[in-house]
């Protein structure tokens, strides 16, 4: 089977519907056409300033999400970043062979730091994409689930594994990015010109998986929209309503010209209504599972534990292919 991987961060106490339907739901997809590596990437949490606490809480809430969306230990491999030390040992090996200046690149991190300065960033954060690439490169990836946010630092992937492999000799496979195109890029329901973000978004603009259902159906019905009536997908100007179809579509398994058949001669309120309720349906049966798997850490902990030794057994053969070929000593 070909091989994937992706992460997901723990940086909040609930994932969004961006990170559910550009990442999560796509990696339950995958499970069984894939030979599947799935991690909460604890390193990269702690590139902004953290809470010990909360990070400990929202690793296990990350993974217990993960399950409630439907990830079976069975099927795929799950674990905490942190527990794979071969990541941050490749990390190095992978900062060694990147340039300065193709570093600097990175909007994203030109993004993230525009806010207090990139005196104020830590150098972790800019070298955050190195560390995704260790990420992928160890597991021998072939695809990369992940949303439009994440192209860049993907093909910065496959530049520095095709560096590798020219300079030391074939250690990488060079993988291919899986972004599904229709939910790659969730808009903010406030401002439907940004993606809807952790950090960037207002709390209005955010739908938290594991929020009060009743908040979250508020939420939709109170989502910008525009001052026409009709119920039309044009992302150029009607960047609200596209949005809600998109999520519609995802959610509802429906596509956007039979919802807008369905809209035909309705109104928005009809619509909001219609994907608040079925963003109950969805994620109020979601936040019960989680809760439930969050009860029991000690099996939750031994899924983690788990998952990591499986994870350790690729990613520490890739390691010592990339330590020998390097020049690295054998012990
Ligand atoms: N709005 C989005 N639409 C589609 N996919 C998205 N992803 C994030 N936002 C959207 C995808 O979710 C996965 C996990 O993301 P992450 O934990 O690495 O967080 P992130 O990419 O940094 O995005 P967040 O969650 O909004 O945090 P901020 O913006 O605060 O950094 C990734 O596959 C990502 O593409």
């Known amino acids: 089977l070909p091989r994937v991987l992706s992460g997901i961060q723990p940086t909040a106490d609930s994932f969004h519907l961006g990170n559910y339907l550009g990442a999560v739901r796509n990696w339950v997809a995958m499970q069984d056409d894939y030979d599947a590596y799935y991690m909460v990437v604890d390193l990269h949490a702690i590139t902004v300033e953290h809470d010990p606490q909360a990070l400990r809480r929202r690793t296990r809430v990350s993974a217990a999400q993960l399950l409630a969306a439907g990830l079976e230990p069975q099927r795929c491999a799950l674990f905490a970043q942190s527990h794979v030390p071969e990541h941050a040992q490749l990390a190095w090996v992978m900062s060694c062979l990147t340039g300065f200046g193709e570093a600097s690149r990175m909007t994203q991190f030109k993004d993230k730091s525009a806010k207090h300065g990139v005196g104020a960033a830590s150098v972790g954060l800019f070298t955050y994409p190195i560390l995704m690439v260790a990420d992928v490169l160890l597991y021998q990836a072939g695809f990369v ?52 973000s952790k950090s960037a978004s207002s709390p209005g603009g955010i739908l938290e998986l594991l929020d009060d259902p009743k908040v979250n159906a508020k939420k939709i019905k109170s989502a910008v929209t525009d001052t026409e009536r009709e119920i039309r997908f044009d992302e150029e100007n009607k960047p609200g309503v596209a949005n809600l179809l998109r999520i519609y579509a995802a959610l509802g398994e429906r596509t956007i010209p039979e919802l807008e058949r369905d809209y035909e001669g309705k109104g928005y309120g009809d619509l909001k209504k219609d994907l608040a309720d079925l963003v109950t349906e969805t994620f109020q049966p979601f936040k019960e599972r989680t809760e439930e798997i969050l009860a029991d850490t000690g099996k939750l902990d031994a899924i983690l534990a788990e998952g990591a030794e499986k994870a350790r057994e690729v990613a520490s053969r890739t390691l010592a292919e990339v330590y020998d070929k390097i020049g690295f000593l054998s012990k």
């Open 145 to 196: 689930p992940v949303g439009e946010d994440q192209r860049q630092h993907l093909e910065l992937t496959r530049d520095l594994a095709q560096r590798f492999n020219t300079r030391y000799g074939k250690a990488f496979t060079v993988p291919e990015p899986y972004i599904i195109k229709d939910t790659a890029k969730i808009m903010d329901l406030q401002d439907p010109t940004s993606k809807m």
